[in-house]
Every structure is written in C-alpha cells, then in structure tokens.
C-alpha cells in the first residue's frame, strides 16, 4: 500500500544501524499513529476509552489487569519472553535505563529509537501475544493486495504481526509508554518545546480528520465491498507515488 520505510533499521545481516535516524522514525510514526488514534477517538466521545494512555510502568509478573497470556506452544523466541526471569533479568533493567536522564543524556534521540525498538519494544510484542491459532501466511509489500480479506477481521489482534498488532488493545499500552521517553529524554538534555526530530513522516499519512467508524465500515463493505476496497487500493497505489497528502474521499464519503 505504499508504506514504506525512508531508510533501513537493520543492514542485510539483519544487525541494528543505530545511528542512522531509523530510530527517530520508529519513535515520530508511532508518535504520528498516537496522535491520529486520539483525533479519531475525540470524535467517537467513549467515555470509558477518551485517549491512548500508555503503561506508566510496565506490568510486573501477576500483574491482574496485564496478566501475560498464556502460550504453551509458542516458538522459543516467544516462551522465553513471556517467563518471570525474562522480566527480571531483562525488562527491569531496561525500564530503568530508559527513564535514567544519566542514561539518556548519553544518547542521540535516533539512537534512543533504534535501542528501544530492538530491546524492549520487541520484547514487549512477543511478551504480550497471545497464540493467534492460524498465522497469515507472509506476503512480500509489494504483492499487498493479495492479503486476503479475512486478515482485516479485528479478531485477527496477533501482537507479533505488523499487519494486525495495532488492532490489539496492548499496543496502545506499550507504545504509550515508549512514547512518554521521549519527554525522559528531552528532560535529560534539558530541551524544552517541539521535540527536534530531524526526520520527517508525513508522506502516506491518511489526514487526521478521517473517522471510519467500525459499525458503519463493516456495514458499508457488506454493500460496496469488492469494487470500493478495489478502488482504495488502486488510490493507495497513486498516493504512495506522489510526494503529498491527498484527502481519502473514498473513505469520508458517506462514512464519517
Ligand atoms: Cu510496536
């Protein structure tokens, strides 16, 4: 669909290029996703979800509101994460890192990103997952319109997909708290003010006033379905080729 990262966060060994500004981008997206979500919920009005809030610790083993879930056939990568040492011998000494100002005034802000997204962030992810019973099989961006359509279900929330994880209600909830360190380290280099990302990601945003409420979507794709999605995808495509922002009327019209 066009998005695409500006510059890689690993070289093709597959090990982490902290200093190139990938780290900048993984914090400004996920800050841009924070803000977009807010706008859209300030128009829903749910008084039990009003805004994105982040964890302001991350949950401890037995925690009862973010138990970690339970995944007995879950690959190793996965099992190792979600164990008590896991949190005791890693996530406590990360946490502490990444809220030390002695720690991140010793860091560029790109430098911060590229750390948290390859140590906790990730960890995070996997940590939190539940076992999403039958895996999307994996398509290359370029063939993206072949993902077939009963992966866009919100039942499909697997935390360690890129495709689906932001539909799962813990995302908001770890990327809240990466988010507040970027305000750990401004404090830490005693800046005050906008935040002085020296990248920039706006090019495939979708504009912050678009709303597509779920009821009304799932609706509306029952009556236009194929040729409509068809379409968005095609604008997509456009979109992804040019340098700018167009409004989605194909989304507004009929769905705000
Ligand atoms: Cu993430």
Redesign the pocket.
Known sequence: MGWEPPRPSVDKNRNRIENSKSGEDFLLM?RQMIIHVNTMLSQIQDPLYPKVEGWNTIPSPGDIDYPVPVWNTAPDIIKERKTDAYYDNFIVGWENDFTQPEFLSQLTLGQLGSKL?YTI??A??LRWTSDPVTFRPSVFPTNAETIDLRWDDPSYDYLAD?YS??VNHI?WK??GW?DERIGDWMNAHEITGTVPWSVQWDKNMMPQHTIIHGPHLMARMGEVAEEEVNRMVRVAKILSKVNMVIPFSVIDDGMT
């Open positions: 996920h997204e962030h990730n995070m992810h890129t994880s932001h995302f770890l990327h990466i």
